[in-house]
């Protein structure tokens, strides 16, 4: 005996409805976001970002956005490692932090890159008084694009356009780094 269309519909709906009941009984959603949004390298990024004062989500987020968490990871600009920091923008980490040895091909180990990426971007939330919008934006487009565009009435002060960014790239960095922030919060 063949079921109707309206029997196959409820029978369908139902099982759509069961299978969702599961996922949310098991928590099924929750361990694929923490598969997708990893915190690998929790020991480096907690202890790198309770010396900057920062939450760690932040520094996630930008690993997630920049890598997602590939170590090896290198942009067609140049910028190394899971953070992609820019050789010079290294080497002057290095030097504020006293490291006579550094090697830009040291940008790989996880530890060193951690700690210059989450010491670069501290250094960005001071210039930008603490705004992660302008400090996120200058991480990607550079402190001299974001100065410009204030200096220009591109952006305000306070961020409170950011959404003028001209550069596309950056502009999507901003808004894509800003929501995977808002996810780790939510997950962690």
Known sequence: ?????TEKLIVSGATILVLILLLKTFNVYGLVQKK???????????KYAEINRIDPMWIYA?????????KEAISSSGAKGLMQLMDNTALDIAKELNIDNFKVDMLYNPEINIMFGTKY???LLQ?????YYLAIAAYNGGTGNVDDWIKKGIIAEDASNIENIPYKET???VRKTMNTYQIYKKIY
């Open 1 to 5: 005996m063949q079921m109707k269309f």
């Open 36 to 46: 997708i949004y990893k915190q690998e390298y929790s020991e480096y990024v907690n």
């Open 62 to 70: 930008i690993i997630k956005v920049e890598s997602n968490f590939n």
């Open 121 to 123: 971007f501290d250094s």
């Open 127 to 131: 210039k930008y008084n603490k705004n």
């Open 171 to 173: 502009n999507m960095y």
